[in-house]
């Protein structure tokens, strides 16, 4: 089945060490997004890509970075994650012309101690 | 700009009862509306989605929602719930440059 994938499920960082969060996809989508869902919260936009084009949100920390080798993987990185950064962190996919239409992965539960 | 209320945050339910999940708008430009949930563990999938013509939307697992455009509301209906429907609920409207804003989700308790 099509589908999207994140790896780890789980991670857990120390405080200030630097971490990288995983998505791919067998969709062949051309637009990835990545969300922070904190606890009880929305889901909040910290990027995406169209095709290779990079779309920071203003509010995205610039300890958030992103990489999107090819049209399967995208990358999320946590430069030095604080304590606030623990959160789910979900990687979605769409078709450009339905954007409203996107596809979760799981997510993965990012720790910090 | 464009932004989703979701009134309740919780709301308990007896199997087989019906439900309602309220959800109101707030936008500036044509209105495109969402329903998404969210199973424990799991992420996001599309329930259903209002992009025009009837003001009545079906979607999967018996839900149903309706656009109201004079109370600016998207309610989401579902007229026997089922255990395996305890999940968490997000509307969603479409702004611009292609995002999706999502409101803050409703946690719907199915018990028996």
């Known amino acids: 089945d099509a589908m999207v994938i994140q790896n780890p499920r789980y991670q857990v960082t120390q405080f200030g060490k630097p971490v990288t969060l995983s998505c791919s996809q067998t969709?062949?989508?051309?637009?990835m997004y990545w969300y922070q869902q904190k606890s009880s919260q929305a889901p909040k936009l910290l990027f995406h890509?169209?095709?290779?084009?990079?779309?920071n949100e203003a509010d995205t920390p610039d300890n958030f970075q992103s990489r999107r080798p090819n049209t399967s993987f995208c990358f999320l990185d946590i430069r030095s994650p604080g304590l606030g950064d623990a959160a789910m962190y979900l990687c979605?996919?769409?078709?450009?012309?339905?954007?409203?239409?996107?596809?979760f992965g799981p997510g993965t539960r990012l720790t910090v101690t | 700009a464009q932004s989703v209320t979701q009134l309740d945050s919780q709301v308990p339910v007896f199997e087989e009862a019906p439900v309602e999940l309220r959800c109101n708008y707030s936008s500036s430009v044509s209105v495109y509306l969402f329903w998404y949930v969210q199973y424990p563990n799991q992420g996001l999938q599309l329930l259903l989605k209002?992009?025009?013509?009837?003001?009545l939307v079906k979607g999967i697992n018996g839900f149903e929602a309706e656009f109201n455009k004079s109370q600016t509301s998207f309610h989401l209906r579902k007229p026997s719930v089922h255990i395996s429907d305890t999940a968490e609920y997000f509307c969603a409207v479409a702004g611009t440059a292609s995002k999706l804003t999502f409101g803050t989700g409703t946690r719907l308790q199915v018990t028996l």
């Open positions: 890509y169209y095709d290779k084009d990079f779309n």
């Open positions: 979605a996919t769409s078709v450009r012309d339905s954007f409203y239409e996107q596809y």
């Open positions: 969709l062949n989508h051309n637009v």
């Open positions: 209002y992009l025009s013509g009837s003001t």
